[in-house]
Structures are given as C-alpha cells and as structure tokens.
C-alpha cells in the first residue's frame, strides 16, 4: 500500500510517530494494526494538508471527516491521535455525543448554540469532533423531545457554508442509519461536510 502513496511525507515514520503517542496516551498495548493502515493513511494525509495524497484518495480538504465503523474498532482514538498532528489553527476538540446530551437535559437549548454558533464571548466557533454519533439518545427538556445532534448538525451546516467552519464525527452508524436517526435532511448536509472514511464491517473489537 504505501509504495503507492506519493507524498514529501514519510507515512511509515508519521505512524510510528502515532504509535509512540498512542503508548504514551493509552497504555502500552496500544498498536496501529496493519490492517487499519489504508484508513490511517487517509487520516493522515487529511489532517497533515498532504494536498496530493488527499487528491489521489479524493478526499476534499475544505470538508470535516465523517470516520465510521464497528464498535471497538479504534474511531475515538485515532481522532484523539490526530489531533496530535493536526496544524495549530486546525486544532479541534473531541467531544462525545453522549456528554452533549446529559448537558441538554441539565442546561436546554442554549447547549445547540453552544456547540455550533459556539459561546457568545467567543469570536469564532470552533472544529469540533462529535465522537460517537448515535450513541445519544432522543432526550426530553421540560417534556419537549429534541433530537439535539440532528439540531447540532443543522447548525453546524450553516457554519460550514458560511464561515467554512468544519466538523469531524465519529459513528458506528451507516448512511442510511443516520438518515433514520436524524432525517434526510442532516444526511444529505452531511454528504456536503465530511469525507467518508469507513472500516471494513468486520474488522474486530480491539478492546
């Protein structure tokens, strides 16, 4: 695989770079399985701006990341790794889907806002990674149902077209999972925001 990438880039040594770091953040079990490599690599030279390697994997760096696969197979931490390489005014932060809505139940409808426009003292909203879209659940404030991510995820698309503030999400939903759980209207902006980057449905639980 790695003959084919073209890049000024040493991906072999960027990944034992990631696997040090993974050592350091997760114990020392922790290893990038052969495996996964197709998929590192696109993260990779997604958050590395490695512009050819991007165009020859046809991912568009304007969009987020959409990272999906089975449970266990490792989504989280590579975000959590990625952020490592990623260029200071890239910078994002990883935030489970499952946080946000114990916030919604304590704190209501400001906690949409705070997640895309972001917090009123704040100049400019921020790249966030919504790890584990799906996890969450549809949630009553004061009896009203609301789907916060679907909400979330709206907002966000606004900010993207806007302002081309991005988004990252992690999930172990399909497409048309997603679309059941959150409507065709936020799958269909999500096709505009991210690039897919999926496992392999059987790659096993590493946990």
């Not at 400001?110 to 659940?137: A, M, R, V, W």
């Not at 907002?155 to 077209?161: A, C, L």
Request: charged share 25%; hydrophobic share 30%.
């Amino acid at each position: 695989m790695e003959n084919e990438i073209k890049s000024h880039y040493n991906y072999s040594e960027v990944i034992l770079w990631l696997e040090k770091k993974g050592t350091e953040l997760y114990g020392n079990h922790f290893k990038i399985v052969e495996t996964d490599y197709p998929i590192v690599y696109k993260l990779i030279a997604y958050f590395l701006k490695d512009e050819p390697t991007c165009f020859q994997y046809g991912i568009n760096l304007n969009k987020g990341i959409l990272l999906s696969g089975p449970v266990g197979c490792g989504k989280t931490s590579l975000m959590n790794l990625m952020k490592h390489l990623t260029p200071t005014e890239h910078k994002f932060l990883v935030k489970p889907c499952r946080d946000i809505s114990f916030e919604f139940i304590q704190d209501g409808y400001q906690i949409i806002h705070k997640y895309s426009i972001g917090k009123l003292y704040e100049s400019q909203p921020k790249t966030i990674c919504f790890d584990d879209l799906g996890i969450e659940n549809n949630l009553k404030y004061y009896g009203n149902e609301c789907n916060v991510m679907a909400e979330i995820l709206l907002s966000r698309y606004d900010i993207f077209i806007s302002r081309k503030i991005q988004t990252h999400i992690t999930t172990n939903l399909s497409a048309t999972e997603i679309e059941k759980h959150y409507g065709n209207r936020v799958r269909s902006r999500l096709r505009e925001m991210v690039n897919l980057i999926a496992y392999d449905k059987s790659t096993p639980d590493k946990r």
